[in-house]
């Protein structure tokens, strides 16, 4: 390389940003917004309907929707019905707590949902005839729409006792075995309710 065509200290060189950054655009026009008819904009509402994207995203391209707050008030009216499992021995009183989000994604023109929460519930027993109610809470963890089946349920007694310990032990194991079927069903009903949205 000649002395002559080597850059020199604190110069830019031919190819630098600002070199072509100085060269101006060529003869391109500059770009005019044109107003869109009513009926250009009808279409547009028409085709982003048909496809689930808002006015604005007509193209489909990436939109994103937080489903969040519906899919809690919705998770807790599905687990509030569980009752009678397990022969009428096992009930979900109440969701106590539920963390995660719910989201509703279109990817090029495709709908996609998921979600993935944590949850805890309360629950009543009975383990056997006669024996007292036993009451507790159950964690739900991986309550995620991608993998059903790594959700697990792990119940707790709320407050143990030594007299009825062999009750508490079957109340547990009753719940787990009632819960985990009941709560991938409800998994489901809520995956296919937010695909409807």
Not at 150 to 166: L, N, S, T
Request: aromatic share 6%.
């Amino acid at each position: 390389m000649s002395d002559a065509a080597k850059p020199t200290e604190g110069s830019k060189g031919e190819l630098s940003y600002h070199y072509w950054h100085g060269k101006g655009g060529g003869n391109a026009p500059v770009p005019e917004p044109k107003k869109l008819t009513e009926e250009e904009k009808a279409e547009l509402e028409r085709q982003a309907a048909s496809n689930g994207a808002s006015a604005w995203n007509a193209a489909g391209t990436f939109e994103e929707r937080n489903a969040t707050s519906w899919a809690k008030g919705r998770l807790g009216e599905l687990v509030k019905g569980l009752e009678g499992l397990a022969g009428g021995d096992v009930s979900v009183l109440d969701l106590n707590s539920c963390e995660g989000e719910a989201n509703i994604f279109l990817v090029r023109g495709k709908k996609r949902c998921g979600f993935d929460f944590e949850l805890q519930l309360a629950w009543k027993a009975v383990p056997s005839p006669g024996a007292i109610e036993i009451r507790g809470h159950c964690k739900v963890l991986g309550f995620c729409s991608d993998d059903p089946e790594d959700m697990e349920v792990v119940p707790e007694i709320g407050h143990k006792q030594a007299d009825r310990a062999a009750d508490e032990a079957a109340a547990m194991k009753q719940v787990k075995a009632a819960l985990t079927p009941a709560l991938g069903k409800v998994l489901a009903q809520l995956l296919d309710e937010l695909k409807a949205k």
